[in-house]
């Protein structure tokens, strides 16, 4: 029952530990053994998607995070040009509609006013169609977009977004995977990612369990004020969802940079005061990372590293560590995010904050 928190001290922790059964349920239906079930998308998904030869995704908040990680994916996977933008500044500027566009919206509530008015907007200026990952059916979102894939998160009450946020992801990857196939995705590579979305719901619980220790080292955070979160590649986004958490809940200042644009900029803040947040899958970019930890050491930042245990990133002086499973590349980004949703959450119970109804936030922000 999702108006009752069971064993749970606060909502937002119940989402966080909800999230392996809920991926399963917005997997439940649309994946055999080794393929995607196209069908389940509905009737008209096989038309939209084959005209799609681009994509635009519009979002606000955390469902804006889920567009740029799809992005990545996108491009990296399914060979689709992708713009991601939020809906405030889309609706507000002049843009080039291109060829055959897919206007997707993400939207955890289906009833953000700029996200709708976005959708309202492109309607009228020639995209293609338009498809809503939402977590409401019966939403303003999904019945004005011509096709709509539903996460399955169930109710979300914690304002800051968690489970609808990796549900997302999921749907996002689904469909990253249909417009693959159009695009020369190969049965077999298609076959590898099934098989990581198959293992995604024990990958997350195995995160789960490191909660008692990510519980003990946020202590070192609750008496900062400011922070930096640290990624790469797909991973940057996750640092930009894992900075907005911590914003949200415990109102410390939390700032998402690429890893490789620290030298811009960010270097010239770091000291003891501000910890440096980090996830570090073991993936291509790993070397890169860790040459931008080392800067950030040498100039006497602490940091506090989510890293694959084949990284040899581990805990020692200026660098606490919390060692991650080893995940299929793919869904990295959706289990990285779950060990900053659990910091975010122990800084915020630490500093007493209102976790589940942060100051001066709502749930779904229906006017402008
Ligand atoms: C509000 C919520 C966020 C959410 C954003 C977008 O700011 O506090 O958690 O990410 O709205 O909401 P949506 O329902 O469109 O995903």
Same mark, same amino acid.
């Given at each position: 029952?999702?108006?009752?928190?069971?064993?749970?001290?606060?909502?937002?922790?119940?989402?966080?530990?909800?999230?392996?059964?809920?991926?399963?349920?917005?997997?439940?239906?649309?994946?055999?053994?080794?393929?995607?079930?196209?069908?389940?998308?509905?009737?008209?998904?096989?038309?939209?998607?084959?005209?799609?030869?681009?994509?635009?995704?519009?979002?606000?908040?955390?469902?804006?995070?889920?567009?740029?990680?799809?992005?990545?994916?996108?491009?990296?996977?399914?060979?689709?040009?992708?713009?991601?933008?939020?809906?405030?500044?889309?609706?507000?500027?002049?843009?080039?509609?291109?060829?055959?566009?897919?206007?997707?919206?993400?939207?955890?509530?289906?009833?953000?006013?700029?996200?709708?008015?976005?959708?309202?907007?492109?309607?009228?200026?020639?995209?293609?169609?338009?498809?809503?990952?939402?977590?409401?059916?019966?939403?303003?979102?999904?019945?004005?977009?011509?096709?709509?894939?539903?996460?399955?998160?169930?109710?979300?009450?914690?304002?800051?977004?968690?489970?609808?946020?990796?549900?997302?992801?999921?749907?996002?990857?689904?469909?990253?995977?249909?417009?693959?196939?159009?695009?020369?995705?190969?049965?077999?590579?298609?076959?590898?990612?099934?098989?990581?979305?198959?293992?995604?719901?024990?990958?997350?619980?195995?995160?789960?369990?490191?909660?008692?220790?990510?519980?003990?080292?946020?202590?070192?955070?609750?008496?900062?004020?400011?922070?930096?979160?640290?990624?790469?590649?797909?991973?940057?986004? &996750? $640092?930009?969802?894992?900075? #907005?958490?911590? =914003?949200?809940? /415990?109102?410390?200042?939390?700032? @998402?940079?690429?890893? %490789? +644009?620290?030298?811009?900029?960010?270097?010239?803040?770091?000291?003891?005061?501000?910890?440096?947040?980090? &996830? $570090?899958?073991?993936?291509? #970019?790993?070397? =890169?990372?860790? /040459?931008?930890?080392?800067?950030? @050491?040498?100039?006497? %930042? +602490?940091?506090?590293?989510?890293?694959?245990?084949?990284?040899?990133?581990?805990?020692?002086?200026?660098?606490?560590?919390?060692?991650?499973?080893?995940?299929?590349?793919?869904?990295?980004?959706?289990?990285?995010?779950?060990?900053?949703?659990?910091?975010?959450?122990?800084?915020?119970?630490?500093?007493?904050?209102?976790?589940?109804?942060?100051?001066?936030?709502?749930?779904?922000?229906?006017?402008?």
């Amino acid at each position: 029952d999702a108006a009752d928190k069971g064993e749970y001290r606060h909502y937002m922790l119940k989402e966080i530990y909800e999230q392996p059964k809920v991926i399963k349920n917005t997997l439940q239906g649309r994946i055999s053994k080794d393929k995607i079930l196209e069908q389940a998308f509905g009737t008209e998904a096989k038309a939209i998607l084959d005209r799609a030869e681009h994509v635009q995704i519009v979002a606000c908040g955390t469902s804006y995070h889920s567009g740029l990680v799809a992005r990545y994916w996108l491009e990296e996977i399914a060979g689709v040009p992708c713009s991601v933008e939020v809906a405030s500044e889309f609706r507000y500027r002049k843009f080039v509609v291109p060829k055959n566009s897919l206007f997707v919206t993400i939207s955890q509530s289906g009833e953000t006013a700029d996200t709708l008015a976005a959708l309202r907007l492109a309607k009228t200026l020639g995209y293609a169609s338009s498809l809503a990952i939402c977590n409401v059916a019966q939403s303003s979102l999904v019945r004005e977009s011509d096709l709509a894939i539903m996460t399955e998160a169930g109710p979300e009450i914690g304002v800051a977004s968690t489970k609808a946020f990796t549900t997302q992801l999921v749907a996002l990857l689904l469909v990253t995977i249909a417009l693959g196939r159009r695009h020369g995705l190969t049965a077999e590579a298609e076959a590898e990612m099934v098989a990581a979305l198959h293992s995604l719901p024990e990958a997350i619980e195995s995160t789960l369990t490191l909660d008692a220790e990510i519980k003990r080292k946020s202590e070192h955070f609750a008496d900062k004020n400011h922070s930096l979160f640290l990624g790469r590649g797909a991973q940057y986004p &996750v $640092a930009m969802e894992g900075a #907005l958490k911590l =914003k949200e809940i /415990s109102y410390i200042h939390a700032e @998402a940079y690429p890893a %490789g +644009e620290l030298k811009h900029g960010p270097l010239a803040l770091v000291d003891a005061d501000m910890p440096i947040v980090a &996830v $570090a899958p073991n993936n291509e #970019l790993i070397e =890169k990372l860790k /040459s931008n930890l080392e800067e950030v @050491a040498a100039r006497g %930042g +602490e940091l506090f590293v989510f890293a694959d245990v084949n990284t040899g990133l581990s805990s020692g002086p200026g660098l606490i560590s919390v060692h991650m499973p080893t995940v299929a590349s793919v869904i990295e980004p959706i289990i990285y995010t779950v060990p900053l949703q659990l910091l975010s959450y122990h800084v915020a119970v630490l500093k007493g904050t209102d976790v589940d109804q942060p100051r001066n936030l709502a749930k779904s922000v229906t006017v402008e």
